[in-house]
């Protein structure tokens, strides 16, 4: 699960973009984050490891890559269920083109109303901004879309 948002799993979350085994009990998992800067990374790394020797894997590889850039779009349906489980916004879909217009109409994942507003774009981490519902008086945080 990821370790800031315990709904969801790094999979569902898009943050796990490749994975090989054997039969001889090697394991190697690339984890893409959602921001190179991400505090989770370390810890992230070592919840693979002790979840796969858990399972049985004697030998196990996580490495992290930026090879790719991880973008919202990653986020399976499970995920954006999850996500809205939290009480966080999930990301809307994107072509790659992001607008801020877009983080304007956010539905409250308390009620599903888009009579909500933004208050500000800047969130307590850099993947989320802050909005109010109209309709159940709650403030909520809202997932950024990222290309």
Not at 126 to 142: G, I, Q
Request: a negative charge; glycine letters at 4%.
């Amino acid at each position: 699960m990821d370790p800031e948002i315990p709904t969801i799993s790094i999979v569902d979350l898009g943050i796990v973009t490749k994975i090989a085994s054997s039969e001889d009990k090697q394991a190697y998992v690339q984890l893409t984050p959602t921001f190179s800067g991400c505090p989770a990374l370390k810890i992230m790394e070592e919840m693979v490891k002790e979840k796969l020797v858990a399972v049985g894997y004697e030998e196990v590889e996580v490495e992290t890559s930026f090879e790719t850039q991880w973008n919202t779009n990653l986020i399976s349906e499970k995920g954006r269920a999850a996500l809205k489980q939290h009480g966080l916004a999930p990301p809307p879909k994107h072509d790659g083109y992001i607008e801020l217009d877009v983080l304007s109409d956010t539905p409250c994942p308390l009620c599903n109303s888009r009579n909500t507003t933004m208050q500000t774009p800047f969130g307590p981490t850099l993947c989320r901004s802050m909005h109010y519902c109209k309709n159940c008086s709650n403030a909520f945080e809202a997932f950024k879309p990222v290309s």
